[in-house]
C-alpha cells in the first residue's frame, strides 16, 4: 500500500509542479509585458524585470489553490486515463484512501504556499513597490494617483511615496483642530529618527479665521466679484531646512499602508485593522484580507478535493484536455464567487469571518457530494 501512495504522490507531485511553472511562466511574461510601459528615467528595462521576480512569491501564492485543483486533476486523470485507478480500486484501495494520497503533496504545496505568502511574498513585494516608486518619483513631484493618504489623530498625511527603511518623499500635512484646517506643511522628503519624523525642504502655511465674519464671507463669496482680501482667512507662509513632526505613524505602520491588504503578512493586517479602528476609520478591506489569509488551508484543499471528485465521477473516462479545461473553467469560477463577495461584503457590511467562509464551504459540500455518488 505505501507503494501505491508513493506511485500517486509522485504522479501529483509532478503535476502540480508543472502546472505550476507554466502559470508563473505566462503570468510573469504578461506583466513584464504590462509593465514596459512604465519603463522611463531611472525605471529601466532591468528594474521592470526585477520589479516582477520580486512580485513572482505573490503570485505564487495567489495562484496555488487553483494550480492544486488544476494538478490533482491532472495528476489523478493520467492515471485514470491508463486504467491504474480502475486497477487500485479493484486491488482494495477505496476511494477515501485514494482521496488521502492525493492530499498529501497538495498538503506539501500549501505549506510552501502559506511560508511564502507570510514571509516572503509580503517583504519582497513591499521591497519591490518602494524600489519602483523611488525610481519613478525621483523628482519629488506630487502624483495624487498613486500616492497615498493618511490619517494620524487630526492630522491628514499624504505622502508620494514611501519606503519600508523610515524614508518619505512628497509629504503633505493637513492639521485640523476643530474641524477648521489650521496648517499646511509641504515637505521634499522626510526620515524617521529617535522617533520622530525629519522634514526636510519644507513649507509651512498657517491659516487664522475671524470667526464672527463667517457670515459675511458666505454672503461675499454668492456675489459675481469677490474681494478675497476681505474674507476672514488669512495664511502665513514660512520656509525651513528642517523640522520635526510628532507622530503616532512609525515606519513599519507607514509601510503597511502602503502596500494592498491581499499583500500584507496575516499579523500586519490585524495590527493594521487595530490601528484604523482606534483612528476610526474603515477596516473591512484588511479584515477581508485577514481572513481570505485565515482560510486559505481550507479554500485550497477544498478545491482540491472537487478535482478528486472530477476525475471519479464525470470526467473518468475523459480526455487530459477536456479535464483541463474544465478544472481551469472551475477554478476561475470559484475565483470570480471569491473576489464578488468582497465588494458585496462592504456595500452590505457584512461580516468577513463568514463571507469569506462561504466559497470554502461550498466547495467542501460540492466535492463531498460528488465524491458520494462514485460507485
Given amino acids: 500500500m505505501q507503494r501505491v501512495s508513493n506511485y500517486v504522490g509522485k504522479q501529483v507531485y509532478f503535476?502540480?509542479?508543472?502546472?505550476?511553472?507554466?502559470?508563473?511562466?505566462?503570468?510573469?511574461?504578461?506583466?513584464?509585458?504590462?509593465?514596459?510601459k512604465n519603463v522611463e528615467g531611472n525605471y529601466t528595462i532591468a528594474k521592470a524585470i526585477y520589479f516582477e521576480l520580486l512580485n513572482t512569491p505573490e503570485f505564487i501564492y495567489d495562484l496555488m489553490p487553483m494550480v492544486g485543483l488544476i494538478g490533482c486533476l491532472a495528476g489523478l486523470g493520467s492515471l485514470a486515463g491508463t486504467s491504474e485507478l480502475v486497477v487500485m480500486r479493484a486491488a482494495g484501495v477505496s476511494i477515501v484512501r485514494l482521496v488521502i494520497m492525493t492530499f498529501k503533496p497538495a498538503l506539501v504545496f500549501l505549506i510552501i504556499a502559506m511560508i511564502i505568502?507570510?514571509?516572503?511574498?509580503?517583504?519582497?513585494?513591499?521591497?519591490a513597490r518602494s524600489m519602483r516608486e523611488l525610481a519613478l518619483n525621483d523628482n519629488y513631484q506630487v502624483d495624487v494617483k498613486n500616492g497615498l493618504w493618511l490619517r494620524d489623530g487630526d492630522s491628514f498625511l499624504f505622502v508620494n511615496t514611501a519606503s519600508t527603511s523610515g524614508f518619505m518623499q512628497g509629504v503633505r500635512i493637513f492639521e485640523y483642530v476643530d474641524q477648521r484646517l489650521e496648517k499646511v506643511i509641504f515637505a521634499q522628503s522626510a526620515r524617521y529618527a529617535n522617533h520622530q519624523w525629519r522634514l526636510s525642504k519644507v513649507k509651512i502655511i498657517t491659516t487664522s479665521y475671524q470667526l464672527d465674519a463667517l457670515d459675511d464671507a458666505a454672503a461675499a463669496l454668492s456675489q459675481a466679484n469677490v474681494d478675497f482680501s476681505q474674507l476672514p482667512l488669512h495664511l502665513n507662509i514660512e520656509q525651513a531646512a528642517e523640522i520635526d513632526w510628532q507622530s503616532e505613524l512609525a515606519p513599519d505602520l507607514l509601510a503597511i499602508s502602503a502596500i494592498r491588504p491581499s499583500r500584507l503578512k496575516m499579523q500586519d493586517l490585524w495590527?493594521?485593522?487595530?490601528?484604523?479602528?482606534?483612528?476610526?476609520?474603515?477596516?473591512?478591506?484588511?479584515?477581508?484580507?485577514?481572513?481570505?489569509?485565515?482560510?486559505y488551508p481550507l479554500i485550497m484543499?477544498?478545491?482540491v478535493l472537487v478535482g478528486v471528485s472530477f476525475v471519479f465521477g464525470s470526467l473518468r473516462e475523459s480526455t487530459?484536455?477536456?479535464?483541463?479545461?474544465?478544472?481551469?473553467?472551475?477554478?476561475?469560477l470559484f475565483?470570480?464567487?471569491?473576489?464578488?463577495?468582497n465588494p458585496i461584503t462592504i456595500i452590505f457590511q457584512l461580516q468577513p469571518v463568514i463571507s469569506m467562509l462561504?466559497?470554502?464551504?461550498?466547495?467542501?459540500l460540492a466535492g463531498i457530494f460528488l465524491l458520494s455518488r462514485v460507485r
Avoid: C
Avoid at 117 to 127: H, K, L, N, R
Avoid at 320 to 332: C, D, P, S
Fill in 15 to 36: 503535476a502540480i509542479a508543472i502546472i505550476l511553472f507554466g502559470f508563473v511562466s505566462l503570468e510573469l511574461m504578461f506583466r513584464l509585458i504590462g509593465e514596459m
Fill in 117 to 127: 505568502g507570510e514571509f516572503v511574498a509580503p517583504s519582497a513585494t513591499q521591497y
Fill in 271 to 295: 495590527r493594521y485593522s487595530a490601528y484604523l479602528k482606534q483612528q476610526k476609520l474603515n477596516s473591512i478591506e484588511h479584515d477581508l484580507a485577514f481572513w481570505k489569509k485565515a482560510y
Fill in 301 to 303: 484543499l477544498s478545491l
Fill in 320 to 332: 487530459m484536455g477536456y479535464r483541463l479545461f474544465i478544472g481551469i473553467m472551475t477554478a476561475t
Fill in 335 to 341: 475565483k470570480i464567487l471569491q473576489d464578488s463577495l
Fill in 358 to 364: 462561504i466559497p470554502a464551504i461550498l466547495s467542501v
